[in-house]
């Protein structure tokens, strides 16, 4: 019985681990382009930002979930009240409920350029095709969620260690060498911060209602250790890839790029991965926006389900790159509370807004 107990649990801690890497690899991360506006630009100065950012991933990931487990948290709702108080909490909830529309809205326009740009077809295509699958698959709710996690997830960290090693063997780092602009001399120290206080705000949506839903503390503390540094591995990885590229500023999904000109025999594969991604962080935001409208809104789940998707593909007409430049900034100086709020005492946190 110990040996089945110990394969259940190391299952149940990938099967965390791989939600956790699922959910942050959003339509960004997946296709680079996030990577590039967070570190790329930064040459080595980026690299040092991506181990920073991946202590911070493995440490807070994991004492977010442990919280929820904790109080037993349904959403992130219960989450930001029990360390901000109801009246704080109630306001980052609202803002919460926003930006996870907009970044919703930022996988869908990802979906479309993946479409446009890799295969060829219609932007409307890529974006109609995704908002069919993901209804499809969240009918079976953290099952389905689960299941695709634990499909993609592998086959990214081994497809962006591929590209990096490829990349090391040829000796092309030419964003390495470049230096930056003085007015931007010491962004790349504060991207680390923005970029997971973002990501962990993000997947609060997704990590606090899976936690309820995790048996045993130990798989969703090494889940959360297991996943962060997945996490760190695929940013360096994908970090030394997109150092190949000398306009890499300019390209939508500059990671596909890298693998048509690197590996072209598994650039259509790749696709399919960088849209996987795309899917699972989709599947993942409308999940946790369920959860917290559910009992606000007493209706049916596909009725909310159908009501997020169809907000989110209105402001997915903007355009991938310009949403992705201008939102994801802002939504990451938005997010710096929440990531003050971990690294700090729970305990004296919560004494502090509940006074």
């Known amino acids: 019985m110990r040996g089945v107990y110990t394969i259940n649990h190391w299952k149940e801690t990938f099967q965390v681990a791989a939600v956790y890497v699922g959910t942050v690899v959003g339509a960004g991360f997946a296709t680079g382009r996030e990577i590039v506006e967070f570190f790329t630009q930064y040459g080595i100065y980026g690299l040092i930002g991506i181990f920073i950012s991946g202590t911070l991933f493995m440490w807070l990931g994991s004492k977010m979930m442990i919280i929820s487990k904790e109080i037993r948290a349904e959403s992130y709702k219960e989450f930001n009240e029990y360390l901000f ?3 704080i909490g109630g306001i980052i909830n609202v803002l919460m409920l926003i ?11 990802g979906a479309g350029a993946v479409f446009k740009e890799q295969l060829g077809l219609p932007y409307q295509t890529g974006i109609f095709v995704t908002i069919i699958l993901a209804i499809a698959v969240l009918i079976f709710g953290v099952k389905g969620l689960f299941s695709v996690n634990m499909v993609v997830v592998p086959l990214l960290i081994i497809f962006s260690t591929i590209l990096a090693l490829k990349v090391v063997i040829s000796g092309d780092f030419s964003l390495f ?3 930056f ?3 931007s001399h010491y962004n790349w120290l504060v991207s680390p911060f923005t970029y997971t206080a973002f990501n962990l705000a993000m997947a609060q949506a997704v990590l606090v209602p899976l ?8 798989s969703i503390t090494w889940g959360g250790i297991l996943g962060g540094a997945a996490l760190c591995l695929i940013l360096v990885s994908s970090h030394v890839a997109l150092s190949s590229i000398p306009n890499v500023m300019h390209l939508e999904i500059p990671m596909a790029d890298v693998m048509r000109t690197t590996l072209f025999s598994l650039h259509w594969l790749y696709v399919f991965v ?7 962080s989709v599947i ?9 409208l559910k009992p606000i809104l007493r209706v049916p789940n596909i009725v909310i389900i159908i009501g997020i998707l169809s907000i989110a593909y209105v402001i ?5 790159g310009s949403l992705i430049s201008v939102l994801y900034p802002i939504f990451g100086y938005m997010s710096l509370a929440l990531l003050v709020s971990l690294m700090i005492p729970t305990s004296i946190f919560v004494q502090l807004f509940h006074k």
Not at 99 to 109: E, H, Q
Not at 316 to 320: A, F, I, K, P
């Open 316 to 320: 997915s007409l903007l355009g991938y």
């Open 85 to 87: 108080g109801r009246k």
């Open 177 to 179: 060498k470049q230096g």
């Open 284 to 292: 993942g935001d409308i999940f946790g926006l369920q959860r917290q």
């Open 99 to 109: 930006v996870l529309i907009g970044v919703t809205s930022v996988m869908l326009s």
């Open 274 to 280: 960088i849209y996987g991604e795309i899917f699972t």
């Open 211 to 218: 936690a309820k839903e995790v048996k045993n503390v130990s």
């Open 181 to 183: 602009e003085p007015i």
